[in-house]
């Protein structure tokens, strides 16, 4: 079972817009200075959300295979991509370089 049920929230620290999840559920976090300026956090991202649901479905998976430091230790994998004739070093989880709707950045 992966991502199947979702939650909007409100940081109440410092903390910048975010994703995560609990179980089945993605949070979806805003950030507490945008809530108070009543700035949509998410604006720019929305044509990130089939990544983003899928990214933190993986987790999902893999934390109910293998356990949580296994699912968790996905985010700090770097690879090197080439985007627009430039190299990069980026983690699998910058969605601004994937390919396809998995959440993942493969080179």
């Known amino acids: 079972m992966?991502?199947?049920n979702f939650v909007l929230a409100c940081a109440?620290?410092?903390s910048p817009a975010y994703f995560t999840y609990d179980k089945n559920t993605m949070l979806i976090i805003q950030s507490k200075a945008d809530a108070l300026a009543g700035v949509n956090s998410f604006a720019y991202i929305e044509p990130f959300m089939d990544s983003l649901v899928?990214?933190?479905s993986?987790?999902?998976v893999i934390k109910k295979l293998e356990g949580d430091k296994t699912s968790e230790s996905l985010d700090d994998i770097e690879v090197i991509v080439e985007h627009?004739?430039?190299?990069?070093q980026v983690t699998l989880n910058n969605m601004l370089f994937a390919r396809d709707h998995s959440g993942l950045v493969v080179p």
């Not at 627009?84 to 990069?88: D, P, Q, Y």
């Open 54 to 56: 899928s990214h933190e």
């Open 2 to 4: 992966t991502v199947n």
């Open 12 to 14: 109440i620290d410092g």
């Open 84 to 88: 627009a004739g430039r190299r990069f």
């Open 58 to 60: 993986i987790h999902v």
